[in-house]
């Protein structure tokens, strides 16, 4: 595969799951570290259903979409808006989406043993690669993880802007307090917000593994990468979440393949460091990331 | 077994103790949420079994790098310890000294590129910045081991069996009373108080004319350093410091859980709380087969540990956010004198 397809594959993912982490940002003011976990469910389910019906994982985007939305509402109606409800405190919603994540991750690694038990193969870790199709020589994965930013923008358009429920989500992620004034219920949005993130999640989860090998850990690995994509774009802006995807997405993968040529395979994980001097860069020079300079402000209008 | 059990149980307490304190001056004091804990606990790994691991090979002529070698270091090392104490103790106070330095500039390097930012920016960023060092330290074999791991010399290598874990006890509890002694010292001070103003409101801080990102960096150093003292002790504990012990969950999500069960702020309460989670999670560790069978768990029972503690902290945060021991009001001077005088 070449570096941009693979590049443009981790960007694309990448940038969904950092436009969901933003949309939670800013619907209920707290970083969702369990984000990388909602991504993790949906390989696990994909991985269920090749193994046990044959399933092609690209098929088991929709079942991911569906259950990541799902698993979002349940954890947010469970944890999240209870905790709000009492007047918890930032930090407090951190440690709870914290301990989610944990929470999740036993799942996970419960589920990836029961797996290997009941189908007789290692669920503990696994990869789609070799089940891709090809057109050309250009991989599969490319073009599928392409229209899902293509759909999901398309889907997010209408959502937005074509209805009414999209113009009350709109104003209270400009301003809560006036869109609650307004008569609108901040709290369904907020629910809105949580499913669909995760829901965006499990779709992204359900074709990781066609690029990296995924475990139940996967989650806690990816997302420093989707903090520093949702920082660098700007955490105040869902737009931003879509262009720190990229920027990340981009410069961790072309590093990592450039590197990979001097110090050999297993770099991935220096391509995090190139994520984190962005990000450190991006906070000391721009702390409200790209979305949130003049120079965005002049050119969005 | 029971004395096995009680001893896990003390030296885990004392260890995590100590991590404890530390991310209440953070966090409980200063309102850092500090999601990187695990950051300075492996600075201190990585001082022992990184750098003092390598200094020692040099003074004891052994040949090779950190991972051919370890094995000859270790033997020659605790052979000079066993005939000599005082090398030994002498090794274990270095350890810590050298930790506590490398975790406190460590930690104000750790801190400064955000420590301009509002709390939920500051507890993604040091999450971010401690998961990639975790992650470094883990693939690069030539910091500390990475994954194959590297064995430390035993300071206490001229005692034996028993008399060797009780010591060993002795020290940490000593260790976590000094360490639980001097944060209470410090919260009792103009700069203790400072710190607390500044996790009730910082613009009220900043009114007053005092610097809010020289108060986190100052917080994070005395954090980080005493968190780093951690990283030795686990080291002298195993003997043997594999990266990914220092993970997310072991030494930043427990370490809040128990924050969180005994009471944010005040350092009683943690010890409490360090207590009750240290007895029950090595109780699951111990009877971990027979609680796997007696369920018929279909899994490892490691991952029953992370669903229950993960809820546990749920719990905690829904039913009892102040912890078990509510924190108390400052114990000034003036407080003490009229405590005593009624």
């Given at each position: 595969m070449g570096v941009f397809e693979g590049a443009l594959t981790y960007a694309n993912l990448l940038a969904l799951l950092a436009l969901g982490l933003t949309l939670t940002y800013i619907t209920t003011a707290v970083p969702n570290f369990a984000h990388g976990s909602f991504a993790v469910i949906g390989s696990y389910l994909a991985y269920t259903l090749l193994a046990a019906y044959g399933v092609n994982p690209y098929l088991a985007v929709i079942p991911a979409f569906i259950v990541g939305g799902l698993i979002g509402t349940v954890v947010y109606q469970l944890t999240i808006k209870p905790l709000i409800r009492k007047g918890a405190s930032v930090d407090m919603l951190m440690m709870a989406?914290?301990?989610?994540?944990?929470?999740?991750?036993?799942?996970?690694?419960?589920?990836?043993?029961?797996?290997?038990?009941?189908?007789?193969?290692?669920?503990?870790k696994f990869v789609f690669t070799n089940i891709d199709f090809t057109v050309?020589?250009?991989?599969?994965?490319?073009?599928?993880?392409?229209?899902?930013?293509?759909?999901?923008?398309?889907?997010?358009?209408?959502?937005?802007?074509?209805?009414?429920?999209?113009?009350?989500?709109?104003?209270?992620?400009?301003?809560?307090?006036?869109?609650e004034a307004m008569g609108i219920d901040v709290e369904k949005t907020r629910l809105f917000s949580w499913f669909l993130a995760a829901a965006l999640a499990g779709m992204v989860g359900a074709v990781l593994p066609?690029?990296?090998?995924?475990?139940?850990?996967?989650?806690?690995?990816?997302?420093?990468?989707?903090?520093?994509?949702?920082?660098?774009?700007?955490?105040?802006?869902?737009?931003?979440?879509?262009?720190?995807?990229?920027?990340?997405?981009?410069?961790?993968?072309?590093?990592?393949?450039?590197?990979?040529?001097?110090?050999?395979?297993?770099?991935?994980?220096?391509?995090?460091?190139?994520?984190?001097?962005?990000?450190?860069?991006?906070?000391?020079?721009?702390?409200?990331?790209?979305?949130?300079?003049k120079l965005w402000r002049r050119l969005v209008g | 077994m029971i004395s096995e059990v009680l001893q896990l149980i003390l030296?885990?307490?004392?260890?995590?103790?100590?991590?404890?304190?530390?991310?209440?001056?953070?966090?409980?004091?200063?309102?850092?949420?500090?999601?990187?804990?695990?950051?300075?606990?492996?600075?201190?790994?990585?001082?022992?079994?990184?750098?003092?691991?390598?200094?020692?090979m040099k003074l004891l002529g052994v040949s090779g790098d950190l991972i051919t070698g370890t094995t000859d270091l270790v033997s020659r090392a605790d052979d000079l310890f066993a005939a000599h104490p005082v090398y030994g103790i002498a090794y274990l106070v270095v350890s810590l000294a050298l930790a506590f330095t490398l975790g406190a500039v460590m930690g104000a390097l750790f801190i400064l590129p955000s420590s301009r930012l509002r709390e939920d920016y500051l507890g993604m960023t040091l999450l971010a910045m401690a998961e990639v060092t975790f992650l470094i330290t883990y693939y690069t074999p030539s910091i500390m081991g990475g994954y194959y791991g590297t064995s430390v010399p035993d300071p206490l290598a001229f005692l034996s069996g028993d008399s060797r874990e009780w010591t060993f006890i002795g020290i940490t509890t000593l260790l976590a009373l000094l360490v639980y002694l001097l944060s209470e010292r410090l919260l009792n001070t103009p700069f203790g108080r400072l710190l607390r103003?500044?996790?009730?409101?910082?613009?009220?801080?900043?009114?007053?004319?005092?610097?809010?990102?020289?108060?986190?960096?100052?917080?994070?150093?005395?954090?980080?350093?005493?968190?780093?003292?951690?990283?030795?002790?686990?080291?002298?504990?195993?003997?043997?410091?594999?990266?990914?012990?220092?993970?997310?969950?072991?030494?930043?999500?427990?370490?809040?859980?128990?924050?969180?069960?005994?009471?944010?702020?005040?350092?009683?309460?943690?010890?409490?709380?360090?207590?009750?989670?240290?007895?029950?999670?090595?109780?699951?560790?111990?009877?971990?087969?027979?609680?796997?069978?007696?369920?018929?768990?279909?899994?490892?029972?490691?991952?029953?540990?992370?669903?229950?503690?993960?809820?546990?902290?749920?719990?905690?945060?829904?039913?009892?956010?102040?912890?078990?021991?509510?924190?108390?009001?400052?114990?000034?001077?003036?407080?003490?004198?009229?405590?005593a005088g009624q």
């Open positions: 989406t914290l301990a989610i994540d944990i929470i999740l991750y036993g799942i996970l690694g419960a589920y990836s043993d029961f797996l290997s038990e009941a189908f007789k193969r290692n669920a503990s050309g020589s250009v991989p599969g994965r490319v073009f599928v993880s392409t229209a899902l930013v293509i759909g999901t923008l398309i889907g997010l358009y209408v959502l937005l802007y074509k209805t009414k429920f999209g113009i009350a989500l709109r104003a209270s992620m400009e301003n809560p307090a006036l869109a066609f690029l990296q090998e995924t475990v139940p850990g996967t989650g806690g690995f990816i997302i420093v990468s989707v903090f520093a994509a949702s920082i660098v774009g700007g955490l105040r802006n869902i737009a931003g979440g879509l262009i720190g995807g990229y920027i990340i997405g981009f410069s961790e993968s072309m590093v990592t393949y450039g590197l990979s040529d001097v110090l050999g395979t297993g770099v991935l994980v220096y391509g995090k460091v190139v994520s984190l001097l962005i990000m450190v860069a991006v906070l000391l020079l721009m702390p409200e990331g790209v979305t949130g300079t | 030296v885990w307490v004392g260890i995590y103790t100590v991590v404890n304190i530390s991310l209440n001056v953070e966090y409980g004091y200063t309102g850092i949420p500090n999601f990187g804990r695990h950051f300075a606990v492996l600075m201190g790994a990585i001082a022992v079994g990184g750098i003092l691991n390598r200094v020692l103003a500044h996790r009730e409101n910082e613009t009220v801080v900043l009114a007053f004319g005092r610097n809010l990102m020289g108060i986190r960096i100052n917080a994070s150093i005395i954090g980080s350093g005493i968190a780093a003292l951690a990283g030795v002790l686990y080291g002298f504990h195993a003997l043997n410091l594999i990266s990914s012990s220092f993970s997310r969950v072991e030494w930043t999500f427990y370490p809040f859980l128990m924050l969180l069960l005994g009471g944010r702020g005040n350092n009683r309460g943690i010890i409490l709380g360090t207590a009750i989670f240290v007895t029950l999670k090595v109780l699951i560790e111990t009877y971990k087969f027979q609680i796997s069978s007696l369920l018929h768990l279909p899994f490892e029972p490691v991952w029953l540990e992370y669903i229950l503690f993960g809820i546990m902290a749920l719990l905690i945060l829904y039913y009892r956010p102040e912890g078990l021991i509510k924190e108390g009001m400052i114990k000034t001077e003036p407080l003490k004198k009229r405590e």
